[in-house]
């Protein structure tokens, strides 16, 4: 395995000995999980989908959180078994074997890396609202290199910024419910006149368009809950992971009601769903009619918060997922450097200038950056969250055996809630190819396959010992089906 060099070097990527400073507390942890819950993909991606399901959308967000919630429980199994930043190429590597895990990191960094090209993208479009005269690709540019040079100062800085950019989206979301319901009980505003529960089964039933229109929004509501596995990435320099990661995941069911079944609910009995249309917030459009004084610039303002804290975190996991590869011999050794704030910084630095790509598509292209640049990123979110499940299973059967420790936070209902999750995540990449503008992503993922194909071939020939790694010899019984 190549070896870093620099300042400090780290030779074996072990829980205690990755170089990181344990530097986010519990209060941090609990807000970054908070806010991989809240995106974009709900404060503007939910109008689109509203037009397209009408009010079933809300039992959409259910299902797909109980899905998310099966994952986040097998991760949680995996991170108290073995808490590392790496976390989901290191337990691919480990139970699955070496070429699972060199896909697996290099698929979760392409993940956050266009993920941050799309944020900044959307970001700059917000600033937008504001001033129409500011070009789009200079405030995407601003945008990067100050999140940049918050990520090479320090994690502390890093999880202080991502607490505060929480708290105005968890601020904005428990107003904006509370401001709904006062509507709803109460009957003040214009909006208070027509207001009512009813209105989730009075505009055509609960499923207007019919169930087959509310299948296809699960992508886009899948999409919306992207991000929510970064509490994985943060284990390694969590201050006490086996308190504070199973703490983070067991509160994700009352994040996922009150953030998306409830808000949703309660915007969708304010206004008919025929009232909501693609490229507008659901958001603006319920509290607009609500007679808020300033409601678009009020969520202008939060959605602008969103993407920038969706931009902070991708810098900062692929930082750490790229430093884990080069640990691995996986990518080039000077990428694993530590700085003296014990920051990735070289690692940080690539992917930042890769983002930076991004700021180039906004200048050529503005209208159709954000499109191109997301095309991708529900598939490398569909497959990070399969291989936590496998790696899951995997592991199960290992302590089952015998043959490792096991947990100290289990998964509810073992298995088959693994085997049920992984079944639904297969529906959503099935139903991916029927949306026509989604479909883009099918064609994408097999070139960039093909590209990690070459890459583990020429990396077993240029440096074998790279990828000599196995999974565990006792793993060797196949993991089947629920018995």
């Known amino acids: 395995m190549a070896q870093p060099t620099g300042y400090d070097e780290v030779t074996d990527p072990q829980p205690d000995e990755e170089g990181y400073e344990r530097g986010l507390g519990s209060r941090q942890i609990q807000m970054i999980a908070i806010g991989g819950a809240i995106g974009t993909g709900l404060f503007l991606g939910a109008g689109s ?8 959308l809300v039992l959409a967000y259910a299902v797909a959180g109980v899905v998310i919630f099966v994952i986040m429980r097998a991760l949680g199994e995996l991170l108290t078994y073995r808490p590392v930043s790496g976390s989901f190429s290191e337990y691919a590597r480990e139970f699955l074997g070496p070429f699972a895990g060199f896909v697996t990191g290099w698929t979760y960094w392409l993940f956050w890396v266009v993920t941050g090209m799309a944020e900044t993208t959307a970001a700059a479009v917000y600033v937008r609202f504001w001033d129409p005269d500011v070009p789009q690709w200079s405030s995407a540019l601003c945008f990067l290199v100050l999140l940049y040079a918050a990520n090479l100062i320090s994690v502390k800085l890093f999880g202080e910024i991502e607490f505060w950019f929480s708290m105005v989206k968890v601020t904005a979301i428990v107003a904006m419910i509370l401001i709904g319901l006062g509507v709803l009980i109460f009957g003040f505003s214009r909006a208070g006149d027509t207001a009512s529960v009813t209105l989730l089964w009075r505009q055509g039933g609960f499923f207007p368009r019919g169930v087959g229109r509310t299948l296809l929004t699960l992508q886009i509501v899948m ?45 969708l009995s304010l206004v008919p769903w025929t009232d909501f249309h693609p490229g507008i917030s659901p958001f603006v459009a319920a509290f607009g009619k609500v007679g808020i004084p300033a409601a678009a610039g009020i969520i202008n ?16 996991s692929t930082g750490r ?10 990518a080039p050794s000077r990428v694993a450097d ?24 906004n200048a050529i292209a503005p209208g159709r950056a954000f499109d191109y640049i997301t095309a991708v990123a529900t598939v490398c979110g569909l497959w990070t969250w399969g291989i936590i499940l496998l790696c899951q299973l995997r592991y199960r059967a290992s302590w089952q055996g015998g043959h490792l420790p096991p947990p100290t936070f289990r998964a509810p209902a073992g298995r088959w809630s693994s085997w049920a999750a992984l079944a639904f995540l297969v529906l959503v990449l099935v139903l991916i190819g029927f949306d026509r503008e989604s479909r883009i ?14 890459g583990y071939q020429v990396l077993r020939r240029i440096r074998p010992e790279a990828v000599q790694g196995r999974p565990h010899d006792h793993l060797h019984v196949k993991v089947g089906p629920p018995a």
């Not at 303002?301 to 900062?316: P, R």
């Not at 920051?343 to 200038?353: F, M, Q, R, Y």
């Open 49 to 56: 989908a509203i037009a397209q399901a009408g009010p079933s």
């Open 223 to 267: 999409f919306a809950y992207l991000g929510v596995e970064l509490v994985g990435v943060t284990a390694g320099e969590s201050q006490d992971p086996a308190r504070t990661l199973p703490r983070a995941i067991n509160t994700l069911p009352l994040r996922i009601v009150l953030f998306y079944v409830l808000s949703l609910a309660v915007i």
């Open 301 to 316: 303002f939060v959605v602008l918060t969103a993407a920038l804290s969706s931009c902070n975190s991708g810098m900062y």
């Open 321 to 330: 997922m790229l430093r884990d590869l080069s640990l691995r011999g996986q």
């Open 338 to 361: 530590l700085n003296r704030r014990r920051t990735p910084a070289p690692a940080i630095t690539v992917s930042a200038l890769l983002m930076g790509l991004g700021v180039v598509l």
């Open 441 to 454: 992503s099918l064609y994408v993922f097999p070139v960039w396959g093909v590209l990690l194909v070459i």
